[in-house]
């Protein structure tokens, strides 16, 4: 990791700041922490799981495309949280790859 301060003038100077005895006005290289993506994605996929569940009624057959409509998703994160939902046997697949139906058990 590298940090490198340039002045902007005397009174943005770290050094200037710091013989004065006052705190530097600029900080290079601070961060904030990242917030870590990785521990709220479960929850979300939970949540996206339930809202398609929730958008679907029981004996009708909906598309790909019908359900990303209602929850709000690209098709293709609708399709991987369909094929989640056909593994934990909530919905059942019907037909095969641009026919594939889906309909709620």
Do not use: C, H, W
Request: charged letters at 35%; aromatic letters at 4%.
């Amino acid at each position: 990791m590298f940090r490198i301060i340039l002045p902007l003038n005397e009174g943005y100077s770290v050094d200037s700041q710091q013989r004065n005895g006052k705190k530097p006005a600029i900080k290079i290289g601070d961060k904030k922490p990242a917030i870590k993506i990785g521990d709220k994605k479960p929850a979300i996929t939970r949540e996206r799981l339930q809202k398609i569940l929730e958008s679907m009624q029981k004996n009708i057959e909906y598309s790909t495309e019908e359900i990303a409509e209602k929850v709000d998703l690209k098709n293709s994160r609708t399709r991987e949280l369909l094929k989640v939902l056909v593994e934990n046997n909530k919905v059942a697949a019907i037909g095969v790859n641009r026919n594939r139906r889906y309909i709620k058990k």
